[in-house]
């Protein structure tokens, strides 16, 4: 059973993420390849469920944005631990169209990564298999500070020196 | 030397605390290899052939006296009495162990030094000019904005997973002494007609096996967007950069099937999304980070009292490295003072602990405390009192510090080649040693005159070959180790990459191969004052060709094999 962690904390890990040929099931929340999400838009929306889309790693966000928002969760793709292409994704997606709704990270998703993914706006992750998601907790303490502006509103060392010298 | 304020050190002191963990961890098998190897590089531990190689960060070539003992100390207790500097300006150790290394890392950080992204597929150091500051030819001291550089590029959250490894160089005088063409970002900073201070930027230069120029893809950025543009170009690479082949993964490769427009293009639009957001600098962030830089008490009426001219007259030894190790310093009185780590016997760019510590004793007495590493693998005790220049001078020959060579055949650069780097297909210390026995001759060197020789081990370039006056590249030939020789490349402001002469030529005529390619040169030129790089310009490859193989290429090279 993997571990899954969301907003800092273990939790309950209440959607299913479905295979595209998987039928849908009567009640619940699912989530559906982008794919799935164009081609059955209809049918999901008036299924009852609530739907969240997961994302290529490889599509330009930007492009993708005005779809995506109004969206309770939108999932990107960690194919491999070392791949950074939906750490860009989230960010613009939480810093410059304000998507506010859930976004997780699936895949190959490790202790050492949090960090800078919950920075990029990622809330929510399922851990792969093998992680020991009560030791993940700590990844997120790793720095108590930044130099960068990210989406857990720890204010950087550029502002704590504007403020220092004001 | 910039001094970290308190928030600096907190980040360098986490880091440490989070790679001991990492550390912890992966001894007691709860991380693999394969995981744990990308966050070490990123601490800038290898594991090499024989050893780990621990690779730190000496951002944009600044070492402290402090530092530099740090070092000796470092070399003493945890390695093999010393350490190398590379051709980034960083330092390497070849004999750490693993389970040393966090400590290591913190003996570092009591000195504001790290290893933090010195490798891995992330944004590297921030290198620059070796005489920022100094320069008479300098617009504004870079190292400020090398500085910023390295506080945006620290930890940052998108850009820590990227395609392949990120280059970013800073030049601020008329002589480009950083390579910026050879990076994958190269920063020059510049004014516009209106005499407001930015960077003209160029993107997708870079070594290894590849070899390209960087295109200059913006004019004129102004100062205050530095950050939003970076991100904007890191943000592209990010997205659209190959990560299927590790050969096709640099940025430059990017921009090249994308064509520089297109890149531009793309960059652009990315940049009007960012460029008045809070990525935007205040005035006051960058006058902070200058004021954390130590301003020099510099004395110029004191500074020379005619000694100097006294002792390059009476002292023929002393004139003759005067002439060819000091540079010009901007402040009236004052002179940089390079010291050669190219002396015979040693691999090019190695330093020992009785070096570091007697020059950390030289920088407090003579320079400001300060020393500078350069990307051609010497230091720079870059602000002596000319007064002084005789004793500093005494004190390097007694060291071994002294070589006459600065720019000369044997101040060549090499990587560590196959004596410590699993990488390489060939050596290079070994080769370097050769080249250094035949023209041992200072006079000949001398009459040689300016001349860079660069060499690798292998295709990924760490010794920069395709920008050496005479190149030369180490390959593997049915377990034997050949070498390519480029001609004519350069990575100043004519940035130029070699032209391959031929063939490759084993081991044993490389030496023999340069002193052919030396004996063309001192016939064609047309004075001594035409440089190797001139005349091979002016005459082309053919008489150098001709000389190398007799128009028998292929003979030549089974004859040589033989």
Known sequence: ?166 | MYRYDELDQRLVDERVAQFRDQTRRFLAGKLSEEEFRSLRLRNGLYIQRFAPMLRLAVPYGMLSSARLRKLAHIARAYDKGYCHVTTRQNIQFNWPKLEQVPDILAELATVQMHAIQTSGNCIRNTTTDHLAGVAADELVDPRPYCEITRQWSTFHPEFNWLPRKFKIAFSSSTLDRAAIAVHDIGVHIVRNEAGELGYSIFVGGGLGRMPMLAHKIREFLPELDLFSYLESILRVYNRLGRRDNIHRARIKVLVKSLGPAKFTELVEAEWAQLKDSYLKLQPQDLERIKSRFDQHPYDSASADDGSYEAHVAADGRFASWAKRNLRAHRQPGYAAVFVSLKAPGVAPGDITHQQLDALADLADRYSFGEVRTTHDQNLVLAEVPKKDVYAVWQRLAELGLATPNIGLLTDLICCPGLDFCSLANAGSIGVAQDIFDRFEDLDYQHDIGELKIKMSGCMNGCGHHSVGHIGILGVDKHGEEWYQVTLGGSAENDATLGDRTGPSIARAGIADAVEKLIQVYLEQRQDAEETFLATYRRVGMAPFKQRLYGGAEAEVESEVAA
């Open chain 1, 1 to 166: 059973m993997s571990g899954f962690i969301r907003d800092g904390r273990l939790a309950e890990n209440d959607w299913l993420s479905l295979a595209d040929e998987a039928a849908l099931p009567a009640v619940g929340r699912v989530i559906v390849s982008l794919k799935r999400f164009r081609a059955e838009r209809a049918a999901l929306d008036a299924s009852g469920l609530a739907v969240g889309v997961r994302i290529p790693n490889t599509d330009d966000i930007t492009a993708l944005a005005p779809e995506l928002n109004g969206l309770p969760l939108v999932a990107v793709e960690i194919p491999k631990f070392a791949d950074g292409r939906a750490y860009s994704q989230a960010r613009v997606l939480r810093e410059r169209f304000g998507f506010c709704g859930e976004i997780r990270a699936q895949g190959d998703v490790l202790h050492d990564q949090l960090f800078h993914m919950q920075r990029c706006g990622i809330n929510a992750f399922e851990l792969r298999a093998d992680q020991d998601p009560q030791e993940c907790l700590h990844a997120f303490s790793d720095y108590s500070l930044a130099y960068q502006r990210g989406a857990d509103g720890v204010e950087t060392v550029w502002q704590k020196r504007r403020n220092l010298a004001a």
